[in-house]
């Protein structure tokens, strides 16, 4: 009886290429409090709220530079 050994697949989530800033978004849902947003470059989906805070996020670190 042979055994094969399971090899791990590659994490999608690593890439070469630098992180999309989601500069297009789109709103594709509404809830009661909360809105969801596509990025147009990329085809993330992601709260509008989590969008407000990457961009404070650049901001920050532009002044920072």
Do not use: W, Y
């Not at 399971?6 to 594709?28: A, F, G, N, T, W």
């Not at 596509?38 to 407000?52: Q, R, T």
């Amino acid at each position: 009886m042979s055994t094969f050994q399971r090899l791990p697949l590659p994490d999608k989530r690593i890439s070469m290429q630098p992180p999309c800033r989601h500069p297009r978004v789109q709103i594709v849902a509404r809830e009661e409090d909360s809105e969801f947003v596509e990025c147009l470059e990329c085809g993330d989906i992601f709260e509008a709220s989590e969008f407000k805070d990457m961009a404070i996020e650049d901001s920050n670190a532009i002044n920072e530079a």
